[in-house]
């Protein structure tokens, strides 16, 4: 089936710094989301990318797919307390997967002010 | 916001216990979904349903059952809880095309005793 893998599980920062999540498929993907769940919340929608090679940005965050579409960043500059929580990538369905999506592990990124 | 909706927020509940977690959305979504998510960690598709009187396991097997009676409701139910059940359960839905965001509810935090 398909498998993704999310890197890193944990990172800490000191408030100012850059962060970065990179999500890695097994298969090429035709479009991957991103989701952001504060500590105690849900996962929020944040973007969902579809061409090779595309970027995007929201205000300090980019987010980037690689042009083979089997891997995805989330680059966060200058970060912020109100950026900590939980990033997710998600995968479109795909193989016996029809309709559902595939959460990556996430990345808890703690900012220490 | 997304306007779905689950109930309760929080239970304790003793162990051999009967429960139903409620969720509602008023976006007519089709697709529904139920999550299993412990703290700090990934989330778990449990249930899901694509639509009126269609529901299937998800990933992560689980005791609980579900229901889709109405296109806006999606109840779980554990008829007998275990401390083993203790997470926080994330209900979703999503519109089933274009992009097919998923929204989330504010989720129910369960503890069994």
């Known amino acids: 089936g398909q498998q993704v893998m999310q890197i890193p599980q944990y990172q800490h920062v000191q408030e100012g710094e850059d962060f970065t999540t990179y999500c890695n498929s097994s298969?090429?993907?035709?479009?991957i989301q991103w989701y952001k769940q504060r500590p105690g919340g849900h996962p929020v929608f944040l973007i969902q990318?579809?061409?090779?090679?595309e970027v995007k940005k929201q205000k300090r965050l980019t987010f980037q797919f690689g042009e083979a579409k089997k891997n995805s960043s989330l680059h966060i500059t200058a970060t912020q307390t109100t950026d900590v929580g939980t990033y997710f990538c998600?995968?479109?369905?795909?193989?016996?997967?029809?309709?559902?999506?595939?959460f990556g592990q996430g990345t808890i990124l703690t900012v220490h002010p | 916001e997304a306007d779905i909706y689950q109930t309760p927020r929080y239970l304790v509940i003793g162990t051999g216990k009967k429960i139903t977690l409620e969720c509602s959305q008023t976006m007519g979504h089709d697709k529904m979904y139920w999550y299993q998510q412990d703290p700090g960690m990934e989330l778990h598709l449990i249930h899901y349903?694509?639509?009126?009187?269609?529901?299937e396991k998800g990933d992560l097997s689980s005791e609980s059952t579900v229901s889709r009676i109405r296109t806006e409701h999606f109840p779980l139910t554990l008829e007998s809880a275990r401390p083993s059940h203790t997470s926080q359960y994330l209900c979703?839905?999503?519109?089933?095309?274009?992009?097919?965001?998923?929204?989330f509810g504010p989720g129910t935090r369960l503890t069994v005793l």
């Open positions: 349903s694509y639509g009126v009187n269609s529901t």
């Open positions: 998600a995968l479109p369905p795909g193989g016996t997967s029809y309709g559902k999506l595939t």
């Open positions: 990318l579809v061409k090779s090679g």
């Open positions: 298969t090429t993907l035709s479009n």
């Open positions: 979703a839905s999503s519109e089933g095309q274009g992009v097919d965001t998923q929204y």
